[in-house]
């Protein structure tokens, strides 16, 4: 690894993406990265870039100059060791970021994603390849963006982990806070897509996908294999701005036995009802220890690259 | 590392070491530590004990007949690579703990240590010396127990800290609490030495010289430099019931700039002025996640081996 270059991948340059790309140039002298580079973008709208500009992404909004290739084929003909897919969400069949990965892992590359379809849909099929083909899947931006979640168990190594309680949606979370202060649920919504915390179409978030999916990731992750149809779920959408001032929180609770997303209230002296704005947090209880608990941001541009960042440091470190 | 036994001393057999020893044999199949042992436990009161059965613990109370031997000569004379310092903490010298650690660097073998004195005031000794032998001085314990904290970082490469604010003593944390409901200072304190929180001489919790050493030891964790005794230091005695009902936490803060442990009034949107009990707390505000949040139990037998466990894995997986 020391003398040959490694080489990363980007599929979609959306936010995450171009947050991953700022993040990884300023941070790449102080985590002596100067034998890694970024040497390929694709992307639906903007195209295929090769040996991209270290300043590309204060240029390119509006660009199309660039070659539009298919995704897949790119990963197929490149010469990364490394593919980082940050394409969009669906909770459907998870594409086209499940071909995207399968592609790669096929190539003998590594995947990073911060995408939550393929892991919360199709981690299964793509640990099979994984495994047959010897490269890593790594997903640590999929569950609290950069925030330490489910990694962090790699710092209490023997300890069994019980029970896990979090609070994984920020835009609920803001919601439910803008309404526990006197907003009615349209307007704290209103408030929610001004910000950006809310999308257009709020579903997501709102009727708890979003929630759902990382329970999913996180059964996955703990060996629990509840699928993401298996868990139980009831939105916010019927909470009330008084059970929003008592304490009602949009909760994930996952065990052996459980695996659900719904609006419960929290004792005054649990830590998790204190978690305010578009924060996420988990309670991880374990037999060593109890609960301990992890908490800070869910998302955002930065926020997510960090994941991403995270699980390359993992890679390099690894191979 | 396979075919060769890893020995591991224990050096010092109180609360500590006995929660390490059990759960050091609880664990050590799922760890897969086939091939590591306990070979040796030396303790003051217990003496030399070689070869300890694995349900020494239950056994030892009272039992006075294994040779006394001076445990710096035990850790010369001792062919286990692996050191774990659990001896009782003293904030003048160090003592006896820096001489059995100091010796066990210069006959070749790791240290795992929780117990704060020698990392608080001669950390600087113990790295010189380290760095010369190419042994490792671990410490997680002496830090919120098994709860990640310090080491949290390695969660997060890159992300450089800016500053630290924490909960670092649960047992002023509690007597605040109590105080907090309506007890006064005497009786909360009364209370907590009932449970076991706080010892007979509570000087080091109330007057903050446990949390000034904790703010000594993560102020060189992460490169600040600042000295024990650098460190500005208010204790819990001049607290008023009312200031505790409205939210004053015993509250550490570090930077480079700043080293302090002082009560402080905190916002109701603090997570902080959440955290109650013997839980302890830390914020570490981060250039690329703002503030994130760790929150745990910060002492107790089984949560302190878990400490201890955690380094001797990093060891075990380094070396």
């Known amino acids: 690894m020391d003398s040959v270059k490694t080489k990363i991948m980007i599929v979609g340059f959306g936010v995450v993406g171009q947050g991953f790309f700022d993040l990884f140039h300023s941070k790449k ?11 390929e973008i694709v992307d639906k709208k903007y195209g295929y870039i090769e040996r991209p500009p270290i300043d590309l992404t204060e240029k390119i909004n509006g660009k199309t100059d660039y070659p539009l290739i298919d995704p897949a084929k790119a990963i197929k003909n490149s010469d990364a060791s490394i593919v980082c897919e940050f394409t969009w969400v669906n909770y459907k069949d998870a594409e086209p970021a499940f071909t995207h990965m399968k592609t790669a892992l096929e190539n003998g590359k590594h995947v990073i994603t911060t995408n939550k379809g393929p892991v919360a849909l199709r981690m299964d099929e793509l640990k099979t390849i994984s495994k047959k083909t010897g490269n890593d899947v790594l997903f640590k ?3 609290m963006a950069g925030t330490p979640s489910f990694n962090i168990v790699k710092l209490i190594p023997g300890a069994e982990v019980l029970r896990i309680r979090g609070i994984l949606n920020g835009t609920t979370n803001f919601i439910l806070e803008q309404m526990s202060k006197g907003s009615d649920f349209g307007t704290a919504l209103k408030e929610a897509q001004k910000l950006g915390y809310a999308e257009a179409d709020p579903t997501n978030d709102v009727e708890g996908f979003d929630s759902a999916a990382k329970v999913a990731i996180l ?3 703990f060996g629990w294999k509840h699928r993401m149809s298996d868990v139980q779920r009831e939105g916010i959408k019927n909470v009330s701005r008084e059970e929003a001032a008592h304490g009602t929180k949009l909760l994930a609770t996952i065990s052996k036995t459980e695996a ?5 209230q929290l004792e005054d002296t649990d830590l998790l009802r204190h978690v305010n704005g578009v924060m996420n947090a988990l309670e991880i209880e374990t037999d060593s220890l109890g609960p301990i608990y992890t908490m800070g941001p869910g998302a955002g541009r930065k926020e997510t690259a ?4 995270t699980d390359l440091m993992e890679i390099l470190n690894k191979n």
């Not at 002298?29 to 040497?39: A, D, F, K, P, Q």
């Not at 659900?260 to 419960?264: H, I, R």
């Open 219 to 221: 059964s996955n992750y």
């Open 306 to 309: 960090q994941a991403a960042l």
């Open 260 to 264: 659900s997303v719904a609006p419960l």
């Open 29 to 39: 002298e102080s985590l002596g990265l100067n034998n890694v580079e970024i040497t």
């Open 141 to 143: 931006g999929t569950v």
